[in-house]
């Protein structure tokens, strides 16, 4: 049986040593910084979390750029050329057409490599619950799952990461067209932090809104104790954007709880952070099911 990779894209927000870690390949993604433009690796070899957040909360106009045809089609070939196998696991495709741009380039090697598994799967997720997705993947891989076993293992569970998020201010999401600029003023104005989710489509919604930092990390708490499966053997990820405080004090109520395996706090990068904006929090695990 031929070996092969696990690949996701740079919108995963995985910790650099989770990524080595569990052999993780991941294809760095753009944005541009007031017109200067940098790739954003896991490493922050180029463009590191710190300064991008430093560079936003100064008023930095910021966007993202997807991941090219050709751009795929030069990583995937690099890794057949090392006599790989690919199983690509992408940002949701209600969220970025990066997951059409993936699954155009594998249609066509598949047809020049037609010995070769080159696999393309929608995660329908975004950030760290694309990452968890991913991490849990890599874990089955290392339980000795064939390439077209953990394709299977990836849509049977892919809507088992669960993953919540709030946002401190909402003109990031105006400006991305998640929330109206009437609803965007009237909610920083009270201070309202709207709780969203993707859906079945991968697309985002807004599931509640709730005011204060209490509220948030009871909210994040008491969803994964009604929806967590088998929590004591799950190492769960807490994210967050230049919120580290907030972000330590969930993981901290978690760990007290004494109900999963072990927390994990990431940083969420430049690609995701350019449209949530800094003091994002949010909290990710295996659990039910969503509607």
Known sequence: MRDYVIVSDATLDLPYSVITEHNIRVIPMGVDIDDVAYNYHPDEKELSIDFFYSRLRA?????TTQITPPIFKEYFKNILEEGLDILYIGFSSGLSNTYYAAQMVVEELSGKYPDRKIYCIDSKCASIGEGLLVLHA????EKGLSIDELRDWVEANKYKSRHWFTVRDLFY???GGRVTAIEAVVGTALKIRPVLSTDKDGKLVVVSKIRGTKAELDFFISKMLTEGEDLASQTVIVGHADNAENAMELANQ????NIVKDVVIAQIGPIIGTHTGPGMLALVYMGNKCD
Not at 254 to 257: A, E, H, K, M, Y
């Open 59 to 63: 008023g930095a106009n910021t966007h």
């Open 138 to 141: 890599a874990m089955q891989k």
């Open 173 to 175: 999401l105006k400006k």
């Open 254 to 257: 978690i760990r007290s709880r």
